[in-house]
């Protein structure tokens, strides 16, 4: 089956380096030569590190770039697609773009071709929406490097035909990903559950609890997490970052516990958007000197406990409504953000009571909507309860 990825850039590219890389002969379109070119490269580049790491061979290599095809121009163009079974969007993550490609490519594809998004926080459904046909959409998302990270969420539309489904996943797992299934709500698993990772980190940062180094500095030593929250922000790129929160907080009718903090915006409004940009919560210029943490082990353990119950509490108000199923759940969250361990399963070692009476004490303390126990939470901690037995 012939294979189309709509966008060059880092995602596009990469999901197509995947698809190649199984067999599949691909059609990468961009409207723009220069993102075709860079794509090409960092294609070209990722297969010769798998070569001198003796994970193909050089014969191999040449065969997965001889099965990528380029196409560059407008949407005119998109009759290159015309023979492909399987195309994925992973363009610019705006919604009206997304409708127009799909309407454009549902004109020029065979009938029984499978359209997907690559969107990580916009609306299957509403994507969808614009297709005469729209039992044939679903979201697909790739995490970035799609090379690398395993976890892909698979996601249906309210119209989604259960059969594409069916056959997206089995098509992906034979790529070697593990995928999670997941409703069509704001943020998917991985975007929505983390949220509270960055967000609570702000908040303390904010109430003058601890600066950044120091909450970073918990997370990593006391949580065991691989970054902290302001080094993965600073990574991730802060108008990347401001953008998920703030797409999945408009998704969710403004909800208090995705709300954005002006710390980040902040951030972004001057261009301080993180390593790309020479400067973001930390300075990397050349010659600047990293901010030294509080290594104090009972302010760092208040910092940990209070950001992952809030993770936590996400993590089970997605089971509560029926987002995804618990394995799915804990499986997203190390395969695709590199947690130590599933939300849910950190819940029941640490035990649900416990994370229940710190979410009441800051609900109480608080008085804010942000801090509410879930439903679930409650429950289970009343009745005695785990998530895995």
């Known amino acids: ?74 949407a005119d163009d998109f009759p290159a697609f015309a023979e492909c079974g399987f195309i994925i969007e992973a363009a610019v993550e705006n919604i009206e773009v997304k409708r127009d490609i799909f309407a454009r490519l549902e004109r020029v594809v065979a009938d029984d071709a499978i359209l997907a998004t690559n969107t990580s926080s916009l609306s299957v459904t509403a994507i969808a929406s614009t297709c005469k046909n729209p039992g044939r959409v679903l979201g697909v998302h790739f995490f970035n490097p799609p090379t690398v990270l395993p976890l892909v969420e698979i996601v249906p539309g309210l ?153 936590i509490n996400q993590a089970a108000d997605a089971l509560y409504y029926q987002v995804a199923s618990a394995s799915d759940i804990d499986r997203a969250m190390v395969l695709g953000v590199n947690y130590p361990k599933g939300l849910l399963r950190w819940a029941d070692e640490m035990g649900i009571p416990e994370t229940v009476k710190w979410l009441g004490a800051l609900h109480e303390f608080y008085g804010e909507e942000r801090y509410r126990p879930s439903p679930l939470l409650k429950t289970m901690a009343a009745d005695g309860f785990t998530f895995f037995s």
């Open 159 to 311: 119209a989604t035909d259960p059969d594409v489904t069916e056959r997206v996943q089995v098509l992906v797992d034979a790529w070697g990903k593990s995928t999670v299934l997941a409703s069509d709500t704001p943020g998917f698993i991985v975007n929505r559950i983390a949220r509270p990772f960055y967000g609570e980190a702000l908040r303390i940062y904010e109430e003058g609890i601890a600066d950044m180094a120091t909450i970073d500095w918990a997370m990593r030593e006391i949580g065991g997490f691989k970054m902290g929250p302001f080094e993965l922000m600073d990574f991730i790129g802060n108008d990347i970052n401001l953008a998920a929160t703030k797409s999945v907080y408009e998704a969710t009718f403004h909800d208090p516990r995705f709300k954005p903090a002006l710390t980040q915006q902040r951030l972004f409004d001057a261009g301080f958007l993180g390593r790309k940009s020479g400067r973001g919560y930390y300075d990397y210029s050349p010659g600047a000197t990293p901010p030294s943490p509080t290594e104090d082990r009972e302010l760092g353990d208040l910092i940990f406990r209070r950001i992952l119950c809030m993770l």
């Open 1 to 74: 089956m012939q294979v189309g990825v709509v966008g060059a850039g880092a995602m596009g590219s990469g999901i197509a380096q995947v698809a190649a890389t199984f067999g599949h002969s691909v059609v990468l379109f961009d409207t723009r030569e220069r993102a075709i070119d860079k794509g090409l490269a960092g294609i070209e580049k990722n297969l010769a590190r798998s070569v001198e790491k003796n994970r193909i061979t050089s014969d191999e290599q040449t065969a997965i770039r001889s099965r990528i095809s380029t196409v560059t121009g407008s």
